[in-house]
């Protein structure tokens, strides 16, 4: 077969990794045509918008598209024509965790990936090499195979890859430039290497070739399921000790700090905190279960499962440290959140910890306000009638205020809850916040970012998740 050279390539999927990930290509690419659709047309429109208001806040981001948006970056939600032109496809769609029927709340939800996939096979008049972008269960290639090859015209081959995405919230475009490496899984057979080949080509353009790993079309899907699940248990373990931490007097910063000297063990990702959100640790852990328990692997499924409810424990934890330091009782108190987003440096919700301890404490009945200073007010309401949804909006609304800043967040409170690691939490005028807070006036880290001494000196009672000394 002639060697393939990629000059178009459509992106299926403008979201989170969609969207920034093919940016980026394209920014480094200047050769290849790059379009990135998208069913929703909101989405689509923002990617689009004059003044640059893209949907997702992400440092650099805005850079990357200004350089490139209208030359060799765009934007659509004509699906059908970035297919017919492209001639590499990268599936980049959500594969959220199932809410119904046979795996529900474990398996994927594979839906979004095979609507994609048959739109390719229905539109497609000339070959294209198909690229699974979502993180996916292992053998999802297989079945993308299948329904193409049924669905094709005739003369029309489809090469099929999986090139997971690793990027991390808040640092994508960092993660992106540099990426510790890119993972590219094909079938061993001619074809497949060469469309291996071509893929690697494109992201030649700045990435060393050490860096860009090529396996097996499996190993490929299930090491993005490792990898995630190994970073998880990471902080399901550091979290474990912090609860011994504070029952000893033991300090997990001091006791991260150690174990991660270790170079065996390394320092990254050790950061106790009050529990690990975001869109897919919780749903790529569970799919690893799933996919555990369909293999008949009970043991595996059960140690794996273990990652996630220590994370559930994590957060009640923390929950119920605020109900009991408060005496027992928060009913009609006044607490201010600070942070809703599911760590810094992004405005995604998803799972985030901010929404299971706003849950607790409005059913012990207190009073929460809310600041973030990312998160919009629709998304804030939005999460939390799913996290209450037996409780009419109107009625959480009674118990909830949303404010612009953090200082106006903490003004009256009984106490103070850190959920989410902004820097700008780190310049706030405690002395400040101290004079305008009842008393005693309680601060609840759950980040591990304030200076705790510094504020017990002014008169606050400080909580720092991982550390047993009293208040
Ligand atoms: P997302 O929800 O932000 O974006 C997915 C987009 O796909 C949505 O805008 C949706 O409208 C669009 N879409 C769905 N079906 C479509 C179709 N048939 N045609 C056109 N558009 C369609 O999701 P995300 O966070 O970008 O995640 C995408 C995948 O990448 C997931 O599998 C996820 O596990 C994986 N992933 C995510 C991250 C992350 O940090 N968010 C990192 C690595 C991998
Ligand atoms: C994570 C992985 O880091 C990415 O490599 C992967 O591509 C991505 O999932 C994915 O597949 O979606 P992300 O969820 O964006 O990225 O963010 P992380 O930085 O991993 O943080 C996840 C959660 O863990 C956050 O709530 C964060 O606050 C928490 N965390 C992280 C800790 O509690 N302690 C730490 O030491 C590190």
Redesign the pocket.
Known sequence: MAPVQVKKICC????????PTCAVIALKCPHIQVTI????KA?VDAWNSPDFAVP?YEPGLVDVVKQCRGRNLFFSTD?DKAILEADLIFV?????TKKSGVGAGFA?DLN??E??TR?IAAVATSSKIVVE????PCRTAESMRTILEANSRPGTRFDILSN??????GT?IADLFKPDRVLIGSLQTTEGKEACRALADVYANWVPQERILTVGLWSSELS?LAANAMLAQRISSINALSAICEATGANIDEVSHAVGFDSRIGPKFLRASVGFG???FQ??ILNLVYLSESLHLPQVAAYWRQVVEMNEYQKSRFSKTVVDTLFNTITGKHIAVLGFAFKADTG?T?ESAAISLIRDFLSERAFVTIYDPQVSEEQIWQDLSEACPTTPLETIKKQVTIVHSALEACTQKEAIIIATEWKEFLEIDWQTVYANMSKPAFVFDGRLLIDADKLRKIGFKVKVIGRGERV
């Not at 972008?133 to 996916?136: A, F």
């Open positions: 299926i999927g403008a979201g989170y990794v969609g969207g659709v998208d069913l929703n989405r997702i699906v980049s769609v959500n594969t959220p994927a979004y990936v609507s994609a739109r972008k979502s993180t996916v997971p995405e690793f990027l991390a919230e994508a993005k975001g869109s897919c749903k790529d995604d998803r």
